[in-house]
């Protein structure tokens, strides 16, 4: 909300299509009004009510009195050698965020942030260290894939929860923004195009697995077994492997897709092949696949690379054990934008 001097005005961005027909409504408009505003905005990224031309002047005029669409600022943009781009965006309370923009061959991924900071804590990951400031609002969430498809000579065609933040820990705000990316009034993208990503915040977990819709689901296991997770990701602590297997296999059977495996090679730590069997055996009988991502150096974490051989071998190890296994290239790592990476600063 801002203060326009008679009135506060109203921020229409992160309302999803029922909220915003029933606001329409509450300015004695039809319901359908909210409905094309709702299309202006997500589809058509119109941030003045004065573009709305299916929108009589009256109208207009009454909306622009009472309510306003807000957008974030871009402070920094930084292009990787790879393609890939990082935007640091600025909230309207002066905290930053990071949004990631990969283009491939075959498809587009945005990674989006869903809290400013972290309060997970994973003794590897960059924003973790930062500590955690607060939840994004779905409307944040949202504008990151807006600002960056306006800047995108391709379309976003993916979309992953896998920058600042743990979903699971802002569910509301993250499954509303999917239900508004989804909208075919919004950018209809499709829910299988939508991935949200976990270390396996076990309350959230069953709820979002309880109705996934056809949403992807990423458990980032980074350890096979409990007592060495536990000690990479702090809330392991109250979530057993156990645990996280049961809601992984009821996701495949909800949503009617694999579950996919986030696993974080980090030299020395777990990417031994007694560590692959010990995987192997966690993830037996569920239907998934697993990505195997290098670790990225963060300055001042004791952490370092995977050698390259073992990297291999671990993979190796695994296929055709398991489903699918595949090594994902990090992409951003010289923009600081690769996995784990994410740090919300301004740096001059
Ligand atoms: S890895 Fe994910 S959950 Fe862990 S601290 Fe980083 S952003 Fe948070």
Same mark, same amino acid.
């Given at each position: 909300m801002i203060n326009s001097g008679k009135m506060e005005k109203i921020d229409l961005k992160g309302m999803d299509r029922a909220e915003m027909q029933e606001y329409a409504q509450s300015l004695g408009l039809q319901s359908f009004r909210g409905r094309q505003i709702f299309r202006w905005i997500y589809q058509e990224g119109v941030l003045d009510f004065s573009g709305m031309s299916d929108i009589g002047k009256p109208i207009r005029e009454k909306l622009s009195e009472a309510a306003y669409i807000s957008e974030l600022a871009c402070d920094k943009k930084l292009v990787s050698s790879d393609g890939s781009t990082k935007f640091l965006f600025r909230l309207s309370d002066g905290n930053h965020i990071e949004s990631v923009l990969i283009p491939e061959a075959q498809r587009v991924t945005l990674c989006v942030s869903?809290?400013?900071?972290?309060?997970?804590?994973? #003794?590897?990951?960059a924003t973790g260290r930062m500590g955690f400031k607060r939840n994004l609002k779905a409307g944040e969430i949202v504008d990151q894939f807006l600002r960056v498809q306006r800047e995108s000579k391709r379309r976003i065609s993916n979309i992953v929860f896998m920058g600042m933040g743990e979903p699971m820990l802002n569910l509301d705000n993250v499954l509303k923004a999917c239900r508004i990316l989804n909208d075919d009034y919004g950018p209809s993208l499709s829910q299988k195009k939508i991935t949200i990503s976990t270390v396996g915040i076990l309350k959230g977990l069953k709820r979002f697995v309880s109705n996934p819709g056809k949403l992807g689901l990423a458990i980032s #296991?980074?350890?096979?077994d409990d007592e060495l997770r536990q000690r990479l990701i702090p809330p392991a602590k109250s979530t057993s492997l156990v645990d996280i297997m049961d809601e992984a296999k009821r996701y495949t059977k909800k949503a009617g897709r694999r579950a996919s495996f986030e696993y974080l090679l980090l030299g020395g730590v777990n990417d031994s092949i007694a560590d692959a069997k010990k995987l192997v055996k966690l993830i037996e009988g569920i239907p998934c696949k697993i990505n195997l991502i290098r670790y990225n150096p963060v300055e001042g974490l004791p952490f370092k690379k995977p050698d390259e051989e073992k990297v291999i071998k671990f993979r190796d190890y695994l296929y055709p054990r398991v489903y699918a296994a595949m090594i994902r290239e990090s992409r951003g790592i010289d923009i600081q934008g690769a996995c784990g990476q994410l740090a919300g600063q301004q740096k001059d």
């Open positions: 869903c809290q400013v900071g972290c309060p997970a804590g994973c #003794l590897f990951c #296991l980074h350890a096979a």
